[in-house]
């Protein structure tokens, strides 16, 4: 099976509420990186996290390697959040090797 | 943020022949990474390199493909020959160290093989 396990793979939310994205990991994960990829296909960092929690703005994430699992909150969501969500994990190996989950397709509605 | 700056975007290439894609990795980055994503799917390890030398490469890197560094200027991916299946976008990212940092990705190269 794949070693990232992302959920929901699509989400339709209206302005203004909130929700959350999880990724679920079938093996030991050193780190966890979020990012946004945009309609031009652009990849946008939002998180990078070692363990713990981290926000940004309506954005929050946290990381628990124990359980193996990450989570991304959004609050108050935006027209401008809509996209296409990734978590990839870490390698625990020696260079930096992501192994991306499927993704989330947000879509924000008015 | 920092950028990493892929080029060129987009090429339409005949099968058979070579495609060169360039990458200009942050300034002060030591790490260099090449992603491949299909169409609608996820995005899938090709390669890293460090110091002049590829590090690890996936089962995805045939051996067709080749990257390189020269002299401090793009870190470049080549593939000679194309196939069909080379079509996608690939992305570039560095890393400022191995192990507990953050990749840093460029806009993407999308590769059309007719």
């Known amino acids: 099976g794949d070693q990232v396990e992302q959920s929901p793979s699509a989400l339709s939310l209206h302005e203004g509420t909130s929700s959350a994205l999880r990724c679920n990991f079938t093996?030991?994960?050193?780190?966890v990186q979020w990012f946004r990829q945009n309609s031009r296909g652009s990849l946008i960092n939002l998180f990078y996290?070692?363990?713990g929690t981290k926000e940004n703005g309506r954005l929050k994430s946290a990381f628990d390697s124990k359980e193996l699992y990450s989570t991304l909150h959004i609050r108050d969501a935006q027209l401008e959040d809509s996209g296409t969500y990734f978590c990839a994990a870490g390698d625990t190996g020696g260079a930096d090797r992501l192994t991306f989950g499927k993704g989330t397709q947000l879509i924000i509605q008015p | 943020g920092p950028k990493v700056l892929q080029i060129p975007s987009h090429q339409i290439i005949d099968m058979g022949q070579m495609v060169t894609l360039n990458c200009d990795p942050v300034s002060n980055h030591l790490y260099f990474y090449w992603y491949k994503q299909i169409l609608g799917q996820q995005m899938e390890f090709l390669v890293n390199?460090?110091?002049?030398?590829?590090?690890?490469k996936s089962k995805l890197f045939k051996d067709q493909f080749s990257v390189e560094r020269p002299d401090g200027s793009y870190f470049t991916l080549k593939i000679q020959p194309t196939a069909l299946e080379d079509s996608a976008v690939y992305f570039c990212?560095?890393?400022?160290?191995?192990?507990?940092?953050?990749?840093?990705f460029g806009e993407g190269s999308r590769l059309i093989v007719v």
């Open positions: 093996t030991t994960t050193r780190s």
């Open positions: 996290l070692a363990s």
């Open positions: 990212a560095s890393s400022l160290e191995a192990a507990g940092n953050t990749l840093y």
């Open positions: 390199f460090y110091n002049g030398k590829v590090m690890e």
